[in-house]
């Protein structure tokens, strides 16, 4: 079990959902953490809140420049940083005939792809210069798999794109690393009770059984457990699985009827 007592933890997207119960037992475990959302007001809430109270930091990871100024200002806070989670994101729901490509889908592949490696990129220069070793957690998605069974109606395909985007990027990121400045870990939540689907479903006891939906709280648990392990993929559902199963069947089928098996 990693040892957070003296550590520093970055979470991004921290002030609610996932960010904010990776945070929240991080502090219980010692880290000291600071909390970075593009919702400032809320991120100070949920600093103040922690065991150890922390410090909260307002930034729209769509900016191309914002995660570098992330990482330097979180490594100036206590002069070290022992592990990011990059966890913002957001969903978007388009059928894929209606995409626009317009400014909101740039900027849904701009937080949810594109940030976590900008991080990736500064956090590595940083603990090069440090000496120390580091780690980080990529927040992808059930959907970085496949499209799973339960929301296969649920037009997110674009969604589905950036968090594939997400999983692809983290293994060449640690292919190339090969173990050298950072330990890399990919966070794939399967359905998990956050507000943006509290918002539309007011009680999660209405959700179809078949998302087999947890809380926050569960995520953050089965996530610190995968870091703990040493995992690099960190499913938190067991019907992962099985939604992956429809892909690789595909491709042995044609194979097959290809002649190239």
């Known amino acids: 079990m990693i040892d957070y007592t003296g550590k520093v933890a970055l979470v991004t997207g921290g002030a609610s959902g996932i960010g904010a119960a990776l945070a929240k037992q991080l502090s219980e475990r010692g880290a000291d953490v600071v909390v970075a959302d593009i919702q400032a007001d809320l991120a100070k809430e949920v600093a103040a809140q922690l065991p150890r109270p922390g410090l909260a930091t307002g930034c729209d990871l769509s900016a191309a420049d914002a995660p570098a100024a992330l990482v330097k200002e979180a490594f100036g806070w206590k002069g070290r940083l022992d592990l990011i989670c990059a966890n913002a994101g957001f969903g978007r729901r388009k059928k894929m005939m209606e995409e626009d490509f317009g400014p909101d889908t740039m900027r849904l592949f701009a937080v ?8 990736a990129q500064a956090y590595g220069e940083a603990l ?3 000496g120390v070793r580091g780690r980080l957690m990529i927040t992808g998605s059930e959907n970085s798999l496949s499209m ?4 296969k109606r649920g037009r ?3 969604y589905g794109a950036s968090k594939h985007g997400v999983l692809i990027m983290a293994e060449w990121l640690n292919e190339e690393l090969r173990g050298e400045l950072m330990d890399v870990h990919v966070l794939m939540p399967g359905g998990v009770y956050t507000p943006l689907i509290a918002r539309n479903v007011p009680d999660p006891k209405d959700l179809p059984p078949e998302m087999g939906v947890i809380m926050p709280d569960r995520c953050a648990e089965i996530a610190l457990k995968g870091l703990d392990l040493g995992l690099f993929y ?10 992956i199963r429809p892909r690789a069947e595909g491709v ?5 009827q290809l002649g190239l098996n």
């Open 112 to 119: 949810n792809m594109f940030a976590p490696f900008r991080i």
């Open 234 to 243: 960190i499913p938190t559902h067991a019907h992962i699985g099985d939604d």
């Open 148 to 151: 799973p069974q339960a929301v």
């Open 252 to 256: 042995w089928d044609a194979l097959k």
């Open 128 to 130: 090069a210069k440090s």
């Open 156 to 158: 997110m395909g674009a």
